[in-house]
C-alpha cells in the first residue's frame, strides 16, 4: 500500500503513463449507496484535492450542478484524472462517477460503454438494491470487469456477512471477500487482507491514516475461513495452481493475486472488500483498482466495421494505430460551446487538427483538448490511445459517433438509449421563453438521448418526454438556470403504444388531377405483429416492376409518418412487419409524394383490420416497509392493478417485489407515505410494454375524447 498523507500533491492531470498503468472505471451503484463520498475520498487520498467534499454539506466536486448539490444526488456523469503509486509506481485512473437514480441510468449506460472496469459501491446496512441489479446487469451487457465495495459498515445495522450473501444469491455467486472488516458499526476501525493475512487500522477520530496491526485475537478463526475459501475460487481458475492446492502446497501469493487478475478481468471472479468509504480503507481500494481491474491492454482490441467496405475491423490501444475514438457524451458550455467527451482505443487526437467523423462521413476540426475534473477543465496536449478526455470545437458529432482516421475509417458500435416513457406539455411563461424553446431544445436533445420534444399537430402544444417526473423537474430547472427559458410542466402523461394482434392486407391508392400534372401513388401492402421490442421491419417484394424503384423508399416513409398516429387512440405503433407487394403506377403523374401518401393510406387501413390493441408501460417496483404497514402496502398495491411478483425480507424490513402499470404509479409516492407513516419507500425503473385490459381502455379513449 502507497500514498502516505505526506506524499500529497497536486498531479498535473494529463502527465502520461504507459497504456498498461491506466485504469478506465466507474463508480456504480443505486442510489445513496455512497458513489459520490467513495469518489470524493479518492479524490483526497490519491492528492487530486486537499479538501474532502460532503454530499451532506453540498460541497462535493463531483457534484457540481446546483441542482445535484441541492438534493444531494448525482444527477450527470462526472469524470475526473487521479494518480496512484502502488508498489513504487505510479498509475492514472480515469474515473467516472455516475448516479444512482433510476432517471438518469442513462449516464450509466453511456460511461460503461467506454470504461475498462468499475466499483460497485453496496450500502452495507441492506446490501443489493434494486438499482444495484440494474447497474450490474448493464455492465454484464458491456462486459465490464468489476470489484465491489460494502460501504457504511460503520453505521447501525451495517452487516458485512449478510451484504456479501445477498451479492452471492442475486448478483454472481462467484463474488469473494478479499478482506474482512476490523469492528462493527461505531467500533469499526480498520480491514484485514485475507491473501496477505495483515491488518490495516485507523484511529476512528482521525480516518486518515492507516497503519499496520495486529489481526484480533477474535478474528483469526474467521480469517483462516474466508480466506480458504478465496483462495479455492481463485485456483478454480488456474490448473496449475489448482493441483498444487489439492496437494497442500502453500500458493505464493502473487501468484494468487496474478490468478485472481486474470479471473477479474475474464468476468469470472468479483473480489468484494468493505468498510467505511470515508475512512482511510479507501487506500486498499485504489490498490485493489490497480491490481485487479484492467487497463486497455487487459482488454481484446475493440471492433468495428469498415464503412467503405462493410467488412469487420479492429485496432489494438496503440498510438501507433490509425486514430478511433467514441463520442458518449455532449455538454452545451456556456463558456466553450459544445464539449465532446470521447474515448480514444487508439492513435492519438491533438488539437488545431480535423478529424473524421466516419458515422456521418463528415471531416470535423478540433479546437481544443481537454482532461476533465468534474465540471473544470485542464487543457491537454493531446489524447492518447486508452485515454478519456474532452474535445473543443466538434459541430456535428453527437453521442455515438465514432471518430477516425479518414484513410482507415471505422465506425464503432453506438450506444442505445432506453425510450421516453413519461411526457408532460410545456408551458412557457412568456412569449420570448416560448420564442427561445426551440433553439434550446435541440442542445438538450443532444446533451441528453432520453429527452425528447415534440410538438402535437392537434393543440399545437410542445411536449417533452423523459425517463420519469424527477428527470422532467430536473431538465426543466436546468433550461431555466442554463438557457433562462422559464416554463411550466402540464400533467404528467403516459407513453402508449399501439400494435397488431393480427395479419391483414390493404391497398392504398391516391389519385388526384388537376388542370395540370396529376397526382397517381398506388400500392399494396401486407402487416403481421412482431415479437415484442422489435419494432419495425419493411420488406420489399415488389416483382415485376410493377412499382419503380425509386417509389419504394417513399412507400416506407408514408407507412412510418402513419405509424406515429396509431388508429386505437393516436398513439405511434411497434412491432409491425410490413410487406409491399404488390402495386402500380403512372408515367407521367406518379411522384414520390403520391406513393408517401399511398403508402399511408394503406398502412392505416391494414392496421384496423389487424386487431389493433393499445400497450401500456410497466414498471418494475420495490417497495420497502416496516412489517407493521405489510398489509396497507399490499392492499395499496392491488388498488394500482399491480401484481406482485415476491417478497423478501432485507435488514429487518419487508421488501415487496411487484410489477405495476406507470399510469397508477404518478401519486403512489404520496400515498405510500400516507400509508406507512412516512416510514415507506419506494425504487420503480422501467420493465416493459403490456396490452392495456379492456376496462382501462375504455378509459382511456374516454378521457383522450375529452382531450
Same mark, same amino acid.
Given at each position: 500500500?502507497?500514498? &502516505?498523507? =505526506? ?39 490519491? $492528492? ?86 440494474? %447497474? ?11 470489484? $465491489? ?35 462493527? @458499526? ?11 493475512? =495483515?491488518?490495516? *487500522? ?18 483469526? &478463526? ?34 494468487? =493475486? ?13 473480489? !468484494?472488500?468493505?468498510? &467505511? ?43 501507433? @494505430? ?8 455532449? %455538454? ?33 476540426? *478540433?479546437?481544443? %483538448? ?127 403504444? @399501439?400494435?397488431?394482434?393480427?395479419? +391483414? ?87 414520390? +409524394? ?53 417478497? @423478501?425480507?432485507?435488514?429487518? *424490513?419487508?421488501?415487496?417485489?411487484? *410489477? ?39 378509459? !382511456? ?7
Amino acid at each position: 500500500m502507497a500514498n &502516505d498523507k =505526506k506524499d500529497f500533491k497536486n498531479s498535473v492531470a494529463y502527465t502520461h503513463v504507459p497504456v498498461e498503468k491506466l485504469r478506465n472505471i466507474g463508480i456504480i451503484a443505486h442510489i445513496d449507496a455512497g458513489k459520490t463520498t467513495t469518489t470524493e475520498r479518492i479524490l483526497f487520498f490519491t $492528492g487530486r484535492q486537499h479538501d474532502i467534499g460532503d454530499v451532506d454539506e453540498g460541497n462535493t466536486t463531483m457534484d457540481y450542478l446546483p441542482e445535484e448539490r441541492a438534493r444531494g444526488v448525482t444527477i450527470v456523469a462526472a469524470a475526473t484524472t487521479c494518480f496512484w503509486d502502488y508498489n513504487g509506481e505510479k498509475y492514472r485512473i480515469n474515473l467516472i462517477d455516475t448516479p444512482g437514480h433510476v432517471d438518469f441510468t442513462a449516464e450509466v449506460e453511456r460511461s460503461l460503454r467506454v470504461l475498462d472496469g468499475a466499483v460497485v459501491i453496496f450500502d452495507g446496512k441492506v446490501g443489493v438494491q434494486a438499482q444495484t441489479e440494474t %447497474v450490474w446487469r448493464q455492465a454484464d451487457k458491456y462486459n465490464v470487469p468489476r470489484i $465491489g465495495f460494502i460501504n457504511k459498515l460503520n453505521l447501525i445495522g451495517g452487516d458485512f456477512f449478510m451484504s456479501l450473501k445477498t451479492i452471492q444469491e442475486r448478483l454472481s455467486p462467484n463474488a469473494v471477500a478479499v478482506t474482512l472488516p476490523i469492528g462493527i @458499526e461505531h467500533d469499526l476501525h480498520g480491514a484485514i487482507d485475507l491473501l496477505t493475512k =495483515k491488518a490495516y *487500522l485507523y484511529d476512528p477520530s482521525e480516518k486518515i491514516t492507516l497503519t499496520e496491526g495486529e489481526i484480533p485475537e477474535d478474528m483469526k &478463526d474467521k480469517v483462516e475461513e474466508y480466506r480458504q475459501v478465496l483462495i479455492e475460487k481463485i485456483v478454480e481458475h488456474d490448473d496449475a495452481l489448482l493441483e498444487a492446492y489439492l496437494e497442500g502446497k502453500e500458493i505464493p501469493v502473487e501468484e494468487l =493475486k496474478k490468478t485472481m487478475r486474470k479471473a477479474v478481468i475474464a468476468g469470472k471472479l468479483f473480489p !468484494i472488500a468493505g468498510g &467505511d468509504s470515508r475512512t482511510a480503507v479507501v487506500r486498499l481500494l485504489l490498490d485493489m483498482i490497480v491490481e485487479y481491474l484492467p487497463s486497455p491492454l487487459d482488454l481484446p482490441p475493440v471492433v468495428g466495421t469498415n464503412p467503405k467496405t462493410g467488412e469487420e475491423v479492429s485496432r489494438k490501444p496503440l498510438d501507433s @494505430e490509425p486514430l478511433a475514438a467514441l463520442v458518449f457524451k455532449v %455538454v452545451n458550455d456556456v463558456h466553450v460551446g459544445t464539449l465532446s467527451y470521447v474515448r480514444v482505443y487508439s492513435g492519438v487526437i491533438r488539437p488545431g487538427t480535423y478529424v473524421w467523423n466516419s458515422t456521418k462521413n463528415i471531416k470535423e476540426r *478540433l479546437s481544443r %483538448v481537454v482532461l476533465m475534473h468534474a465540471d473544470h477543465r485542464e487543457e491537454a496536449p493531446e489524447l492518447r490511445a486508452g485515454e478519456i478526455g474532452g474535445l473543443i470545437g466538434l459541430k456535428a458529432s453527437v453521442t455515438g459517433d465514432t471518430l477516425s482516421d479518414p484513410e482507415h475509417p471505422i465506425v464503432l458500435e453506438s450506444i442505445n438509449f432506453a425510450e421516453p416513457v413519461v411526457f408532460a406539455s410545456v408551458i412557457p411563461h412568456s412569449k420570448a421563453d416560448a420564442e427561445k424553446l426551440g433553439d434550446v431544445i435541440q442542445k438538450v436533445m443532444m446533451e441528453d438521448p432520453t429527452i425528447s420534444f415534440k410538438v402535437d399537430n392537434e393543440t399545437g402544444e410542445t411536449i417533452i418526454g423523459g425517463m420519469g417526473q424527477f428527470h422532467l423537474q430536473i431538465w426543466k430547472e436546468r433550461i431555466g438556470r442554463v438557457y433562462g427559458v422559464k416554463f411550466d410542466l402540464g400533467e404528467p402523461k403516459v407513453a402508449y403504444r @399501439e400494435s397488431i394482434e393480427g395479419k +391483414a392486407e390493404a391497398e392504398g391508392k391516391f389519385i388526384k388531377q388537376t388542370g395540370g400534372r396529376g397526382q397517381y401513388g398506388h400500392c399494396i401492402i401486407k402487416i403481421e405483429p412482431l415479437p415484442r421490442g422489435k419494432g419495425f421491419e419493411f420488406v420489399n417484394q415488389i416483382k415485376g416492376g410493377a412499382i419503380p424503384n425509386e417509389y419504394i423508399p417513399a412507400v416506407e416513409k408514408g407507412v412510418k409518418e402513419a405509424m406515429q398516429t396509431g388508429v386505437v387512440a393516436g398513439y405511434p405503433m411497434v412491432d409491425v412487419k410490413v410487406i409491399l407487394f404488390d402495386g402500380s403506377y403512372h408515367e407521367v403523374d406518379s411522384s414520390e +409524394a403520391a406513393f408517401k401518401i399511398a403508402g399511408s393510406m394503406a398502412f392505416k387501413e391494414a392496421a384496423r383490420k389487424a386487431s389493433p390493441y393499445l400497450l401500456e408501460p410497466i414498471m418494475s417496483i420495490e417497495v420497502v416497509t416496516p412489517e407493521d404497514y405489510l398489509g396497507e402496502v399490499t392492499s395499496l398495491l392491488h388498488s394500482k392493478r399491480a401484481q406482485i411478483t415476491g417478497t @423478501e425480507e432485507r435488514a429487518g *424490513l419487508q421488501v415487496i417485489k411487484a *410489477l405495476i402499470p406507470l399510469s397508477e404509479t404518478f401519486d403512489f409516492a404520496n400515498k405510500l407515505r400516507a400509508a406507512t407513516s412516512g416510514r415507506g419507500d419506494q425504487y420503480m425503473e422501467f420493465s416493459h410494454y403490456e396490452k392495456v385490459p379492456a376496462q382501462v381502455l375504455d378509459k !382511456i379513449l374516454e378521457k383522450n375524447k375529452g382531450n
